[in-house]
C-alpha cells in the first residue's frame, strides 16, 4: 500500500508561484509513475502532468505547459510540481497520484492511477 501527502497550497496573487510537494510512503515510489491532477469547484478532476519512474520524461496538459514543472527526488520519496505564473483558472484542489510500480510509461487519465493523496488547495487571485 503507497500512502501519497501532498502539501505546498495556499493562496497566492495571479502572477505569482507555488511549490506543492507530494511525499509517499512505501519502496516501490522509484517504480511508479506519478502525476499531479487538479479539481475545480463543479468541475470534473483533470490531469496536470505526469513524470516516470525514473524522472526521464514528463508530460503536461496543454493549459500548464510553459508554467509548470513537475518532478521528483526518488531518494526522498517525493515529487513536486513547481507552479509559476499562477492565473485564476489554475484555482483549485490538487491531488498527487501513484500508478502501480513495475508499469512504466506516461499516462494521463486518472482511471490508471491506483494511489491517491487527500489532495492540497490553491488558490489563486486576480
Known amino acids: 500500500q503507497v500512502q501519497l501527502v501532498e502539501s505546498g497550497g495556499g493562496l497566492v496573487q495571479a502572477g505569482g508561484s507555488l511549490r506543492l510537494s507530494c511525499a509517499a510512503s512505501?519502496?516501490?515510489?522509484?517504480?511508479?509513475?506519478m502525476a499531479w491532477f487538479r479539481q475545480a469547484p463543479g468541475k470534473e478532476r483533470e490531469f496536470v502532468a505526469t513524470i516516470l519512474d525514473n524522472g526521464g520524461r514528463s508530460a503536461y496538459a496543454d493549459s500548464v505547459k510553459g508554467r509548470f514543472t513537475i518532478s521528483r527526488d526518488n531518494a526522498k520519496n517525493t515529487v513536486y510540481l513547481q507552479m509559476n505564473s499562477l492565473k485564476p483558472e489554475d484555482t483549485a484542489v490538487y491531488y498527487c497520484?501513484?500508478?502501480?510500480?513495475?508499469?512504466?510509461?506516461?499516462?494521463?487519465?486518472?482511471?490508471?492511477?491506483?494511489?491517491w493523496g487527500q489532495g492540497t488547495q490553491v488558490t489563486v487571485s486576480s
Open positions: 497520484a501513484a500508478r502501480q510500480p513495475f508499469y512504466s510509461g506516461l499516462y494521463y487519465d486518472e482511471r490508471d492511477y491506483a494511489y
Open positions: 512505501g519502496r516501490t515510489f522509484s517504480m511508479s509513475t
